[in-house]
């Protein structure tokens, strides 16, 4: 079973950018999408978008659009997600999830990148 | 723009009664891409129910998922202590999308 491991939390200024990577433990990197899904603080869970870590393609939510970028690392199994711009309205936990091709579902979780915006 | 809406907000109930969630869409949607999750504090979601009625590896089978077109339920036959918590739907939409419900959550009564 594939394991999600995230980076370590962040503590960011108004206006710079956030970098969060996704290792997956076990033998494959293909055949599933990592996503990303952010948290803010007593909130519900908002979707931000997909890579494919085979072909390297991507989906944005339209709300992130322009601002987010996801990007893999196939040698290290890693997906990463960068968010620019960042404003105090971005503190959350960003969660990475996979999901196997076509499932619609997301069935391995990471533990989750607490990043707080704070001038 | 579809959008999930989940009812109640939050409910009190006590170990060993039953819950009802109820995740509605605003339009009619597929039970294949409907999913549920848990979340305890402090922790990642957890996958429970996927393509609105198959319960995900481990889960145990007092939680059961239903529904079709627009409104699905999720529900725990009886409530044990650890089943305390938030729960979030899911449904895909098209291009690739996600999009989650606000989520219910239940509080020891």
């Known amino acids: 079973q594939v394991q999600l491991v995230q980076s370590g939390a962040d503590v960011k200024k108004p206006g710079a950018s956030l970098n969060v990577s996704c290792t997956a433990s076990?033998?494959?990197?293909?055949?599933?999408?990592i996503h990303w899904i952010r948290q803010v603080p007593g909130h519900g869970l908002e979707y931000m978008g997909r890579v494919n870590p085979h072909s390297g393609d991507t989906k944005y939510a339209e709300k992130f659009h322009g601002r987010v970028t996801m990007t893999r690392d196939t040698s290290i199994k890693t997906a990463y997600m960068v968010l620019t711009g960042l404003t105090f309205d971005d503190t959350a936990v960003y969660y990475c999830?996979?999901?196997?091709?076509?499932?619609?579902?997301?069935?391995?979780w990471g533990k989750g990148t607490t990043l707080t915006v704070s001038s | 723009e579809i959008v999930l809406t989940q009812s109640p907000g939050t409910m009190a109930l006590s170990p060993g009664e039953r819950a009802t969630l109820s995740c509605r869409a605003s339009?009619?949607?597929?039970?294949?891409?409907l999913a549920w999750y848990q979340q305890k504090p402090g922790q990642a979601p957890r996958l429970l129910i996927y393509s609105g009625s198959t319960r995900a590896a481990g889960i145990p089978d007092r939680f059961s998922g239903s529904g079709s077109g627009t409104d699905f339920s999720l529900t725990i036959s009886r409530l044990e202590p650890e089943d305390f918590a938030v729960y979030y739907c899911q449904q895909f939409i098209n291009s690739r999308q996600f999009i989650f419900g606000p989520g219910t959550k239940i509080d020891i009564k």
């Open positions: 339009q009619r949607v597929s039970a294949s891409y």
């Open positions: 076990g033998d494959t990197f293909t055949g599933y999408y």
């Open positions: 999830a996979k999901e196997p091709y076509y499932y619609y579902y997301m069935d391995v």
